[in-house]
């Protein structure tokens, strides 16, 4: 494996076999898959539910057994081994139900509160790709592995609000941000915030990162899930220049070697992961 670091300047960085062309349709038939139990999970819990409730010798309060409900589809989908945030709305999704239809909640707000958490959590509907917002101290990390007085490329996938391109254009100021950021809420939220403080070597992408081509960058950061790193890998060794860096934040690639390991150290506890471009033979 590559160095560990205690977050501060790292020495050069090792090389990395570059993998095959990335695959992203396996992604969508995963995510797919995932709802898919995920729904599965809501109907044999209810069902299990309902035949319990027939033959219980008492009754059992309504919240009480939408709570119950909640239970056993989180914990089929624990026993599934899906995302965590599956567990969080598998758990909770029965609750907010039976509490709506008990609070006489108008359908419209269920309409709204859809719309709202589609817009916002569009990656994470479609690729299992969750909203992880990185935290001001990953900017100063990254700066202490960059080279000195060079203009910069940078590239975040998965931008959220912009805070990693606002932080990154201030400490180094002589460079070039992108971000891509596929949901719509989101991608509107950063380009207001980019244009409000003026960041003018600042700019967001709507579109998905699997659509963006990486070839002029020199660094791309991404703050993803486990589930697309190694096709991402792949689409990084494939389309960056040799000598080029990707980083990580939070999860590794699988079965690629990082060249450097540089813990954030804060409440987090997480962790960059960097990968060197190698030589391409």
Same mark, same amino acid.
């Given at each position: 494996?590559?160095?560990?670091?205690?977050?501060?300047?790292?020495?050069?960085?090792?090389?990395?076999?570059?993998?095959?062309?990335?695959?992203?349709?396996?992604?969508?038939?995963?995510?797919?898959?995932?709802?898919? /139990?995920? %729904?599965? =999970? @809501?109907?044999?819990?209810?069902? !299990? *539910? &309902? #035949?319990?409730?027939?033959?219980?010798?008492?009754?059992?309060?309504?919240?009480?057994?939408?709570?119950?409900?909640?239970?056993?589809?989180?914990?089929?989908?624990?026993?599934?081994?899906?995302?965590?945030?599956?567990?969080?709305?598998?758990?909770?999704?029965?609750?907010?139900?039976?509490?709506?239809?008990?609070?006489?909640?108008?359908?419209?707000?269920?309409?709204?509160?859809?719309?709202?958490?589609?817009?916002?959590?569009?990656?994470?509907?479609?690729?299992?790709?969750?909203?992880?917002?990185?935290?001001?101290?990953?900017? /100063?990390? %990254?700066? =202490? @592995?960059?080279?000195?007085?060079? !203009? *910069? &490329? #940078?590239?975040?996938?998965?931008?959220?609000?912009?805070?990693?391109?606002?932080?990154?254009?201030?400490?180094?100021?002589?460079?070039?941000?992108?971000?891509?950021?596929?949901?719509?809420?989101?991608?509107?939220?950063?380009?207001?915030?980019?244009?409000?403080?003026?960041?003018?070597?600042?700019?967001?992408?709507?579109?998905?990162?699997?659509?963006?081509?990486?070839?002029?960058?020199?660094?791309?950061?991404?703050?993803?899930?486990?589930?697309?790193?190694?096709?991402?890998?792949?689409?990084?060794?494939?389309?960056?220049?040799?000598?080029? %860096?990707?980083?990580?934040?939070?999860?590794?690639?699988?079965? &690629?070697?990082?060249?450097?390991?540089?813990?954030?150290?804060?409440?987090?506890?997480?962790?960059?992961?960097?990968?060197?471009?190698?030589?391409?033979?």
């Amino acid at each position: 494996m590559g160095r560990d670091v205690p977050g501060g300047p790292s020495p050069s960085l090792g090389a990395n076999v570059p993998l095959s062309a990335p695959s992203s349709g396996r992604l969508s038939r995963m995510a797919h898959a995932a709802s898919l /139990r995920a %729904l599965a =999970a @809501q109907g044999i819990s209810f069902l !299990a *539910l &309902a #035949f319990l409730l027939r033959f219980m010798p008492w009754p059992m309060p309504p919240h009480g057994a939408a709570w119950l409900d909640g239970l056993v589809a989180a914990s089929l989908v624990f026993a599934w081994r899906l995302p965590f945030w599956w567990w969080v709305i598998s758990l909770l999704f029965p609750p907010l139900v039976a509490a709506a239809a008990a609070w006489h909640v108008r359908s419209a707000w269920f309409g709204g509160l859809f719309l709202v958490s589609l817009l916002l959590y569009w990656s994470a509907w479609r690729g299992q790709i969750p909203l992880f917002l990185s935290s001001r101290r990953v900017c /100063r990390l %990254l700066k =202490a @592995q960059l080279p000195k007085d060079q !203009a *910069l &490329a #940078f590239a975040d996938l998965g931008s959220g609000l912009g805070g990693v391109l606002l932080g990154m254009a201030r400490l180094v100021p002589d460079g070039a941000y992108t971000g891509v950021e596929n949901a719509p809420l989101l991608y509107a939220a950063s380009r207001l915030r980019l244009a409000l403080q003026g960041a003018r070597s600042c700019r967001v992408l709507r579109q998905s990162f699997w659509a963006h081509r990486l070839t002029d960058y020199d660094v791309v950061y991404a703050y993803l899930s486990p589930v697309p790193m190694k096709a991402l890998w792949e689409k990084a060794c494939a389309e960056m220049r040799p000598g080029t %860096l990707f980083v990580s934040n939070s999860f590794a690639v699988p079965d &690629a070697e990082w060249s450097l390991r540089v813990p954030i150290l804060d409440w987090t506890g997480s962790v960059l992961y960097l990968y060197r471009i190698a030589t391409r033979h």
